[in-house]
């Protein structure tokens, strides 16, 4: 579903991603782990097109994109929302609209970007609010919820563009130690579900548990992949254990 080549990044003088190379499978779930400014959300972004690679080449599904000298053009507004909206992200700041009920979120993107009527956008928004479970709170504002219900939101604000895959940019590392289980709960539904998923997460037990594959990266390239549990449980090289000892997997 993904296929990454020799994918590159740079601001300034700061290389960001070095020549990185990543596959995942239809239905698979690859968790990214490492250090801070390791370029992990780098790289999710560059999945989804929020940052733009300087070299390098990503295929979604059967869409494939060039960068650097001598790459095709990027594609222009309306091409490159229908590609966003088929590479769904959560974020980890929710970015929720405020002005919006938790409904009215949902809504808009099937409204402004699939162009569907209001009335099959609600019917659609509040199935999904319950898939998250929150039909309940449909009608709240953001600044009613808290930050694992707003995450919830956000989730099933991705969902409502019917992504391909699914981007999770450290989605529970703002929220207080009670409410990470709710978020993570629904993660593991979705993969369950079969949805193709890439998570940069600090939760190592659950990305043991959930992920087919986990990269470890650190200084924008990738030092160790493999399954979850051998790089987890018996990593080879020394970067990834020192990274590894410091999480109590329980």
């Known amino acids: 579903m993904i296929e990454i080549q020799?994918?590159?990044?740079?601001?300034?003088?700061?290389?960001v991603l070095k020549d990185i190379s990543?596959?995942?499978?239809?239905?698979?779930?690859?968790?990214?782990?490492?250090?801070?400014g390791s370029g992990k959300s780098t790289l999710l972004r560059c999945i989804n097109l929020l940052t733009v690679p300087d070299g390098g080449s990503i295929r979604v599904g059967a869409r494939t994109l060039a960068f650097?000298?001598?790459a095709p053009a990027l594609p222009r507004p309306r091409e490159l929302a229908a590609y966003r909206a088929g590479t769904g992200m959560?974020?980890?700041?929710?970015?929720?609209?405020?002005?919006?009920?938790?409904?009215?979120?949902?809504?808009?993107g099937m409204v402004?970007?699939?162009k569907l009527d209001p009335a099959t956008a609600r019917t659609t928004a509040l199935a999904l609010l319950d898939r998250v479970g929150l039909a309940a709170l449909a009608e709240r504002h953001p600044d009613r919820?808290?930050?694992?219900?707003?995450?919830?939101?956000a989730i099933a604000r991705a969902l409502?563009?019917?992504?391909?895959?699914?981007?999770f940019d450290e989605a529970t590392s703002a929220l207080d130690p009670e409410l990470v289980g709710e978020v993570l709960a629904v993660m593991k539904t979705l993969a369950d579900e079969g949805m193709t998923m890439v998570l940069v997460t600090h939760e190592v037990a659950?990305?043991?548990?959930?992920?087919?594959?986990?990269?470890?990266?650190?200084?924008?390239?990738?030092?160790?992949?493999?399954?979850?549990?051998?790089?987890?449980?018996?990593?080879?090289?020394?970067?990834?254990?020192?990274?590894?000892?410091?999480?109590?997997?329980?």
């Open 160 to 167: 409502a563009l019917r992504p391909e895959v699914m981007l």
């Open 145 to 153: 919820l808290s930050g694992g219900q707003k995450q919830r939101v």
């Open 112 to 114: 402004t970007v699939r």
């Open 22 to 36: 990543l596959r995942v499978d239809q239905g698979g779930v690859v968790a990214l782990i490492g250090p801070s």
């Open 68 to 70: 650097g000298a001598g």
């Open 206 to 250: 659950f990305a043991r548990e959930v992920a087919d594959q986990v990269v470890f990266m650190r200084d924008g390239v990738v030092v160790e992949a493999g399954p979850a549990a051998q790089v987890i449980d018996a990593p080879v090289e020394p970067a990834t254990r020192a990274f590894l000892a410091r999480f109590n997997r329980g």
């Open 90 to 108: 959560v974020f980890q700041h929710f970015n929720l609209f405020p002005h919006m009920t938790a409904l009215g979120n949902v809504m808009e």
């Open 6 to 15: 020799r994918l590159s990044k740079r601001f300034g003088d700061n290389v």
